[in-house]
Nanobody
Framework: VQLQESGGGSVQSGGSLKLSCAAS?????MAWFRQAPGKEREVVAD?????SSTYTDSVKGRFTISRGPGILYLQMNSLKLEDTAMYSC??????????????????WGQGTQVTVSS
């Protein structure tokens, strides 16, 4: 499965961005990760093939993950300075119970930078 992200950029605090991840195939688990300089990579949100999803606490109520055939989205509203990071999408055929686990995703995109300024 090949993944390609788009939609990153620079935005002021409080603004919005929508990330897209084009996938060459569909998998049971798809997720958005992010990594800020000097920090560990973290799962932002995942969405399973059945449509269920999980969010990390810091983005709940602000970010929305969605998916369709061959595409994964992340709508990001009310962006904060601390949302600045490289965002990557990932996909895997693991059990849905493990979709939110950060380790072991098989397929990765190249990433797209999101920069939030004051």
């Amino acid at each position: 499965v090949q993944l390609q992200e788009s939609g990153g950029g620079s935005v002021q605090s409080g603004g919005s961005l929508k990330l897209s991840c084009a996938a060459s195939g569909d998998t049971r688990c798809m997720a958005w990760f992010r990594q800020a300089p000097g920090k560990e990579r973290e799962v932002v949100a995942d969405m399973r093939m059945d449509g269920s999803s999980t969010y990390t606490d810091s983005v709940k109520g602000r970010f929305t993950i969605s998916r369709g055939p061959g595409i994964l989205y992340l709508q990001m509203n009310s962006l904060k300075l601390e949302d600045t990071a490289m965002y990557s999408c990932a996909a895997d055929w693991r059990s849905t119970a493990l979709c939110y686990a950060a380790e072991g995703y098989t397929y990765w995109g190249q990433g797209t930078q999101v920069t939030v300024s004051s």
